[in-house]
């Protein structure tokens, strides 16, 4: 599909971007990807699927700084451009890779658009995160904007961002189709993350117990209230030496705003987000 050109090369420019896109045949679908980088198999996913429903992918790398609330989680963000490039070159030659810098991406202004998401930003990693969402809103609404994709492509394993991005994209008046895809895991159950690489092995393997709570939660969900799964998934945890729950919320998985009583046919969903030694890692679940 891709010129021999255009094969195995990272862009880093806007204008070399919107040449390798010009130079495409006219009328082709193309697929967005964005990430942060340091890629594992939840990243993959998301590729094969936006290759196979796309004519084209194109995968962004570009570790955001307006959507870090905290400068050490930004600084130790693992970064593995030459690898993640030998990763992606495994499943296929015809991806689009754009890894931009800072100052193709924002010039000389490094500061979010202020965005209202109806609540949405308001909760959890809202709460907790501040300026997180504007941060991930001005990104995505920039590269969506720069690549013009047919449709765009967001793991579950975010999904406050998820619906955040829904949002956005029905604000602005976007012309593309938002695909979310489900969250790949590892063999223990440990939602896959590029911030999972900074576990130590015995944290990486304690931390499984973040995903065994959540399948508990579910089960509980069925027969007990919303407030007792929440004390019993606290309790739990005050067991655990190496993990420390930072919240645990079970909202309605459209408005993510926190349950009061269940009501039928509204699809729940719990989130957590636990300091695993001091690594934040978030996971989430549906539970009806
Ligand atoms: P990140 O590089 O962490 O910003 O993630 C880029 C995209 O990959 C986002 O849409 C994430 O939700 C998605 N993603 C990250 N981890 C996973 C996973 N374990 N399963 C599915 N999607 C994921």
Do not use: W
């Not at 194109?58 to 989680?73: A, S």
């Not at 909760?123 to 001005?138: D, L």
């Not at 967001?154 to 998820?162: M, S």
């Not at 009501?263 to 969903?269: P, T």
């Amino acid at each position: 599909m891709l010129a021999l050109k255009e094969k195995m090369q990272v862009i880093k420019t806007r204008k070399a971007l919107k040449s390798t896109l010009s130079s495409l045949k006219q009328g082709i679908s193309l697929g967005l990807v964005p990430t942060m980088g340091a890629l594992h198999k939840g990243h993959l996913a998301l590729v094969e699927r936006a290759l196979h429903q796309n004519d084209t992918a194109v995968l962004t790398i570009f570790v955001n700084p307006t959507q870090f609330n905290n400068q050490e989680d930004l600084d130790k963000y693992p970064k593995n451009l030459k690898s993640d490039v030998d990763l992606l070159h495994s499943i296929s030659e015809d991806i689009i890779i754009f890894a931009p810098s800072i100052k193709e991406i924002y010039n000389n202004d490094v500061s979010s658009k202020i965005y209202g998401f109806n609540g949405l930003e308001k909760v959890m990693e809202g709460a907790f995160r501040e300026g997180h969402f504007n941060g991930v809103a001005t990104v995505v609404e920039n590269l969506l904007r720069i690549v013009n994709p047919n449709r765009a492509y967001f793991g579950e394993k975010d999904f406050q961002q998820l619906q955040i991005i829904r949002k956005m994209v029905e604000i602005q008046n976007l012309p593309v189709k938002i695909v979310s895809c489900p969250i790949v895991r590892e063999p223990n159950g440990l939602a896959m993350s590029s911030r999972n690489e900074r576990l130590s092995t015995t944290t990486r393997k304690e931390a499984a117990f973040i995903y065994q709570t959540l399948q508990a939660a579910k089960k509980q969900f069925g027969t007990k209230s919303a407030q007792k799964v929440i004390e019993s998934v606290k309790r739990q945890f005050e067991k655990q030496k190496n993990l420390r729950l930072e919240y645990i919320e079970i909202t309605d998985a459209e408005t993510l705003s926190p349950i009061k009583r269940k009501i039928k046919n509204i699809k729940y969903r719990a989130f957590v987000a636990v300091y695993a030694d001091d690594v934040r890692l978030i996971d989430n679940i549906a539970l009806n």
